[in-house]
C-alpha cells in the first residue's frame, strides 16, 4: 500500500511540474510589448537636422503609478537624414532605460529611418506609452514621428498615432 501511494504522488508531483513548467514557458514568451518608432519628419523635405531624436521609450500603467523603459532593441534602420548631414547619433541603446538614471544620457537620432524596441509588459488599455523626442531641446525643432505596437516583434502593428516632440499615446480598447 505504500508503494501504491509513493508512486502516486509521484505521479501528481510530475504532473503539476510539468504544467509549471508550461506556463512558464508560455509566460515567458508573452512578457513584453514591441514598439516601433518610423521618423517620418523628414519627408517633408526637412533638411536641417538628422530625423527625430529619441531620448527615452517607456510605458506606464496608471493603475499601479509605474513606469517601465525600453530595455531592448530588436531591430532598426538608422540612416544619416537628407543630403549634407551627417548623424552623429545612431547608437540605438541610447534610447534605452530611464535617462534621468543614466551618468551620460545620450540620444538616437533615426535619420529618416525606424527601430523597434521592446517594453517588459504587455501593454493593455488606458497604459500610456511615452516617446521622449527631444529635438527642440537641442537647439533645433522637434521631429515628425509615428508610433506602432504589436505582440510580436514582426507585426502586425497598431498605429498609435503621429506626433513630434515628448509625446505620449494612450491605448484605447
Sequence with gaps: MV?????????CSAVVLA??????????QH????????????????????????????????????????????????????????????????LLGDPDKKTDPQHLSLGGGEIVVTLPIIAKVSDVIEVDEIGSKTGVHPDKFEVYMSKD????????G????PSTFTIAE
Excluded: C, H
Aim: a positive charge; proline letters at 4%.
Design 153 to 160: 516583434a514582426k507585426g502586425p502593428w497598431q498605429l498609435l
Design 31 to 94: 512578457t513584453v510589448t514591441y514598439v516601433r518608432i518610423v521618423d517620418v519628419g523628414l519627408k517633408g523635405g526637412d533638411t536641417s537636422s538628422p530625423g527625430a531624436d529619441i531620448r527615452a521609450v517607456s510605458i506606464t500603467r496608471p493603475t499601479r503609478n509605474r513606469t517601465w523603459f525600453a530595455k531592448s532593441v530588436v531591430s532598426g534602420n538608422i540612416q544619416n537624414g537628407n543630403e549634407g548631414n551627417n548623424n552623429e547619433y545612431k547608437n540605438p541603446s541610447a
Design 162 to 165: 503621429e506626433s513630434d516632440g
Design 19 to 28: 504544467a509549471a513548467v508550461m506556463a512558464v514557458g508560455l509566460f515567458k
Design 3 to 11: 508503494r501504491s501511494t509513493t508512486i502516486t504522488v509521484a505521479l
